[in-house]
Structure formats: structure tokens, C-alpha cells
């Protein structure tokens, strides 16, 4: 039985960027709740949409469409499931990096500071390595390089080092067992800020966030015909600065535009738009969660 358990961000924009060809193929990287998917589908009619998420609840809440096809694996494997599914290339690709409501909302998953839970994090179950153990067993070097990049929090070096002394005593378990350490050094007015970048910057480490992003950006110049559509939202900078290079150089980790003994741009990726589309001042009172979302578009070119 179907459930509505997340608002889809810059819904109507992700549609309108998609530039929905009814009898297309097109790709949603993360199913989550659905709407975007669902809002896909309704433009097609001959089309196909392949969906991927890895989580259990994404999967009991697919729609019944027979021009769906449910991927329960990790994104990074686009390219490949798209060949045992027989397609080649696709008209476009949606991405909305962000975490569902649901996992934040369900207690378990240990994604939000708010509940006393487990130190999980995995999108996956079948992921070896928790948040727990990331505490447990990264250096001080290793936590203080993720919080910095990944949380972008100032008092990374302090927070590693406290979190060093504490395991030395009791192993972190629980999410109250990080929440009361971080509270000790987090600025008292933006206390709530400084804990979701803490926790944020744990669960980027544990689902490898970063790399499988920049392993799916590179597939996407692969599997999308010329004139098909990329549409990436995310929801912290570090993504946002990914996404903007690529469309840019085509290539996650180039500056500049690689170009040919003539001159000319190799860079198969042209912006539809110069600057980056955020949420409407409507949006944000309907899903305060979508204050942070960035969304760029692209088109295949060559």
C-alpha cells in the first residue's frame, strides 16, 4: 500500500527541466517517496522511468505502472542496470540528492538529532559500516577531515578531539551519545545548525555520498542521448560545487573546459540556466526542507 511520507522539492521545476518526451526513457536516481516519480510518469504514455532506491520503504511505496521499473540498488550502478534492461541511452536523468523526511522522522534510521536511536546513518542495510563505527574507529585526522569537508563546521579539529577522549571510555552508541558530546562545544545560539552538520557530515561518510555522486555525474554523459536533460538537486554546498564543475568542464574533478587542438569545447553538458534555481518563498512555507536545495540543468550536446 502506497504511503505519502515526503514533499518532493522544486517539483514543478524538475518536471519543466526535464523537457518530458511522452514516449521517452528517463531515469529517477533517487525514488524516496515518489512524487517526482509519479509526476513523471503522468507525462508519459509510451514511456518508460527506471527508479532506484535501496531502502525497503521507497520500495513498498512504488506505484503499480507497468512502465515502471524498480532498481533496488544503490544509484552508483546506473549505467549498468540500464544495459541488463536493454536500454542504452535515456532522455533524461533526475537526481534529488537530499535525505527523505521519512528517514529523518523515523528514529531508527538514526538520521536526526531529535530522537535517542541507534548510530546508524546507512540508506542501506546492507552496508557494512554504521556511523557508529565511524566514531569508533576513524583517526582524529580522518573525523576532523569529514566534519571540516563534509559538515563544513569550524570547530571540526575540537570536535574530533573530543570525540577521541570520550571512546576511550564508553564506545558511541547512540545518537544522544554524539548529541550530548557536540553540545558541549557547539555555539549556544545556532546549537541546532551546528548538530545537523555534525550529523549530516557522518552520514555523507557512511553512504559514500561524495563518490557516488561524482561516479553517476560521469555515467550520465554515457547514458543520455544529445538532447537529453540532467537535473541535479542538492543540498549542501560541497554537491552543489560537483554538479556546477561538471555541467561546466565535464569532468568532477577539472577547473577548467578541456578543449581540442583548435580550440573548440569538448564538454558534452550545455546549463539551461546561468544561475541556480532554488525554492519559491511558497515552497518554503510548505516544506521549510527544501530552504537549502540547489537545482541545476543540463543538456547533452555531443
Same mark, same amino acid.
Given at each position: 500500500?502506497?504511503?505519502?511520507?515526503?514533499?518532493?522539492?522544486?517539483?514543478?521545476?524538475?518536471?519543466?527541466?526535464?523537457?518530458?518526451?511522452?514516449? #521517452?526513457?528517463?531515469?529517477?536516481?533517487?525514488?524516496?517517496?515518489?512524487?517526482?516519480?509519479?509526476?513523471?510518469?503522468?507525462?508519459?504514455?509510451?514511456?518508460?522511468?527506471?527508479?532506484?532506491?535501496?531502502?525497503?520503504?521507497?520500495?513498498?511505496?512504488?506505484?503499480?505502472?507497468?512502465?515502471?521499473? *524498480?532498481?533496488?540498488?544503490?544509484?552508483?550502478?546506473?549505467?549498468?542496470?540500464?544495459?541488463?534492461?536493454?536500454?542504452?541511452?535515456?532522455?533524461?536523468?533526475? #537526481?534529488?540528492?537530499?535525505?527523505?523526511?521519512?528517514? *529523518?522522522?523515523?528514529?531508527?534510521?538514526? *538520521?536526526? *538529532? &531529535?530522537?535517542?536511536?541507534?548510530?546508524?546513518?546507512?540508506?542501506?542495510?546492507?552496508?557494512?559500516?554504521?556511523?557508529?563505527?565511524?566514531?569508533?574507529?576513524?583517526?582524529?585526522?580522518?573525523?576532523?577531515?569529514?566534519?571540516?569537508?563534509?559538515?563544513?563546521?569550524?570547530?571540526?579539529?575540537?570536535?574530533?578531539?573530543?570525540?577521541?577522549?570520550?571512546?576511550?571510555?564508553?564506545?558511541? &552508541?547512540?545518537?544522544?551519545?554524539?548529541?550530548?558530546?557536540?553540545?558541549?562545544?557547539?555555539?549556544?545560539?545556532?546549537?541546532?545548525?551546528?548538530?545537523?552538520?555534525?550529523?549530516?557530515?557522518?552520514?555523507?561518510?557512511?553512504?559514500?555520498?561524495?563518490?557516488?555522486?561524482?561516479?553517476?555525474?560521469?555515467?550520465?554523459?554515457?547514458?543520455?542521448?544529445? #538532447?537529453?536533460?540532467?537535473?541535479?538537486?542538492?543540498?549542501?554546498?560541497?554537491?552543489?560545487?560537483?554538479?556546477?564543475?561538471?555541467?561546466?568542464?565535464?569532468?568532477?574533478?577539472?577547473?577548467?573546459?578541456?578543449?581540442?587542438?583548435? #580550440?573548440?569545447?569538448?564538454?558534452?553538458?550545455?546549463?539551461?540556466?546561468?544561475?541556480?534555481?532554488?525554492?519559491?518563498?511558497?515552497?518554503?512555507?510548505?516544506?521549510?526542507?527544501?530552504?537549502?536545495?540547489?537545482?541545476?540543468?543540463?543538456?547533452?550536446?555531443?
Amino acid at each position: 500500500m502506497e504511503q505519502e511520507y515526503h514533499i518532493p522539492v522544486l517539483l514543478k521545476e524538475s518536471i519543466e527541466g526535464l523537457n518530458i518526451n511522452p514516449n #521517452g526513457v528517463y531515469v529517477d536516481l533517487t525514488f524516496g517517496g515518489g512524487g517526482h516519480s509519479k509526476a513523471i510518469l503522468q507525462q508519459l504514455d509510451k514511456g518508460r522511468l527506471v527508479v532506484f532506491d535501496q531502502d525497503d520503504d521507497a520500495y513498498l511505496n512504488r506505484p503499480d505502472d507497468e512502465r515502471l521499473i *524498480f532498481v533496488r540498488h544503490n544509484f552508483r550502478y546506473m549505467q549498468r542496470f540500464l544495459k541488463y534492461a536493454g536500454i542504452e541511452q535515456v532522455d533524461g536523468v533526475l #537526481g534529488d540528492l537530499g535525505v527523505s523526511s521519512h528517514h *529523518f522522522d523515523v528514529p531508527e534510521r538514526g *538520521f536526526s *538529532f &531529535r530522537f535517542d536511536a541507534p548510530l546508524d546513518m546507512r540508506m542501506s542495510q546492507g552496508l557494512k559500516k554504521d556511523a557508529a563505527e565511524v566514531l569508533n574507529t576513524y583517526t582524529q585526522d580522518e573525523l576532523k577531515t569529514l566534519f571540516s569537508t563534509y559538515g563544513e563546521i569550524k570547530q571540526a579539529g575540537k570536535l574530533a578531539s573530543i570525540i577521541i577522549s570520550a571512546r576511550q571510555n564508553k564506545p558511541f &552508541r547512540t545518537t544522544t551519545d554524539l548529541r550530548l558530546l557536540a553540545e558541549n562545544i557547539g555555539p549556544k545560539k545556532e546549537m541546532n545548525k551546528f548538530l545537523a552538520q555534525a550529523f549530516q557530515a557522518l552520514r555523507i561518510e557512511v553512504n559514500q555520498e561524495i563518490e557516488v555522486l561524482k561516479s553517476v555525474l560521469m555515467q550520465s554523459s554515457q547514458v543520455l542521448k544529445v #538532447g537529453g536533460r540532467l537535473v541535479v538537486i542538492s543540498y549542501h554546498s560541497l554537491e552543489d560545487r560537483l554538479v556546477k564543475n561538471f555541467i561546466k568542464t565535464g569532468d568532477c574533478n577539472l577547473s577548467q573546459v578541456d578543449t581540442d587542438i583548435y #580550440g573548440r569545447s569538448n564538454v558534452p553538458f550545455n546549463a539551461i540556466h546561468r544561475k541556480v534555481i532554488v525554492p519559491t518563498d511558497e515552497e518554503l512555507v510548505i516544506n521549510t526542507r527544501s530552504r537549502s536545495a540547489k537545482m541545476r540543468i543540463a543538456e547533452r550536446i555531443c
